[in-house]
């Protein structure tokens, strides 16, 4: 096509309105060439209107794509990576869950020699320890007694509170000891009120023994951690 029927083109498609940009990728000729082409022309104020407002839609467009193609590229990462966690952990061994319910009751138990309490607001972190407790100490559950810490806000819900930690870990709301509020006044309104459980304080009744045999584990690491040369 000679240039004088490109530039042709080019001014009769101006004419209808459309932008130097979306003229410039139609024909694929740079858009200082078509703004030199095109600068005698004069569109309407509707016709500016609508290229501001088109220019902005593929603007908005664009940031969306570019979102949603960062998402899946970080939702990509995280699953490479939890494969990969999965693949060098396997399947947990008893030595294993020793160490890991060792670990935390290091980072979140009673340390105050005599007593064995746990205390989290992790479901998850209770069912293990919970788990550590019964199936690898083999601590009978009857002498495993939680109570329920939280909000005095949360009062009026205390009963499906209670029965969430009750199905949870398996255990008898008659098991539980007296649930304790904390009265602190709170001036923000928050979004989970009605999934949040409060805190679960888990208390293994006549401990004494079993808390002296943590902190000896506990000992372990501290001396393991003394000759270790990095």
């Given at each position: 096509m000679a240039r004088f029927e490109e530039k042709l083109i080019a001014r009769n498609i101006r004419r209808k309105g459309?932008?130097?940009?979306?003229?410039?990728?139609k024909l694929n000729i740079g858009k200082s060439t078509i703004?030199?082409?095109?600068?005698?022309?004069?569109?309407?104020?509707?016709?500016?209107?609508n290229i501001y407002k088109n220019g902005l839609k593929k603007s908005l467009l664009g940031g969306l794509i570019g979102a949603e193609v960062n998402h899946q590229k970080k939702l990509n990462e995280i699953s490479t990576r939890y494969k990969e966690a999965s693949q060098i952990i396997g399947k947990l061994s008893v030595r294993d869950?020793?160490?890991?319910?060792?670990?935390?009751?290091?980072?979140?138990?009673?340390?105050?020699?005599?007593?064995?309490?746990?205390?989290?607001?992790?479901?998850?972190?209770?069912?293990?320890?919970?788990?550590?407790?019964?199936?690898?100490?083999?601590?009978d559950k009857n002498l495993i007694k939680p109570t329920v810490q939280i909000n005095?806000?949360?009062?009026?819900?205390?009963k499906k509170v209670m029965k969430f930690w009750?199905?949870?870990?398996?255990?008898?709301?008659?098991?539980?000891?007296?649930?304790?509020?904390?009265?602190?006044?709170?001036?923000?309104?928050?979004e989970n009120y009605h999934n949040y459980y409060g805190i679960l304080r888990l208390q293994v009744l006549k401990g004494s023994s079993l808390q002296y045999k943590m902190l000896g584990f506990i000992d372990v690491f501290t001396k393991y951690a003394g000759i270790v040369q990095w």
């Amino acid at each position: 096509m000679a240039r004088f029927e490109e530039k042709l083109i080019a001014r009769n498609i101006r004419r209808k309105g459309k932008s130097i940009k979306d003229i410039a990728k139609k024909l694929n000729i740079g858009k200082s060439t078509i703004s030199i082409w095109c600068r005698d022309i004069k569109l309407s104020n509707k016709q500016l209107e609508n290229i501001y407002k088109n220019g902005l839609k593929k603007s908005l467009l664009g940031g969306l794509i570019g979102a949603e193609v960062n998402h899946q590229k970080k939702l990509n990462e995280i699953s490479t990576r939890y494969k990969e966690a999965s693949q060098i952990i396997g399947k947990l061994s008893v030595r294993d869950l020793l160490i890991a319910g060792v670990c935390l009751y290091w980072a979140e138990g009673s340390k105050t020699k005599g007593r064995f309490i746990f205390v989290n607001s992790d479901p998850i972190m209770i069912k293990i320890i919970f788990i550590f407790l019964t199936e690898i100490l083999g601590v009978d559950k009857n002498l495993i007694k939680p109570t329920v810490q939280i909000n005095l806000i949360h009062q009026p819900r205390i009963k499906k509170v209670m029965k969430f930690w009750s199905n949870h870990l398996n255990i008898r709301l008659d098991k539980f000891g007296k649930s304790y509020f904390v009265k602190t006044v709170h001036k923000k309104v928050y979004e989970n009120y009605h999934n949040y459980y409060g805190i679960l304080r888990l208390q293994v009744l006549k401990g004494s023994s079993l808390q002296y045999k943590m902190l000896g584990f506990i000992d372990v690491f501290t001396k393991y951690a003394g000759i270790v040369q990095w």
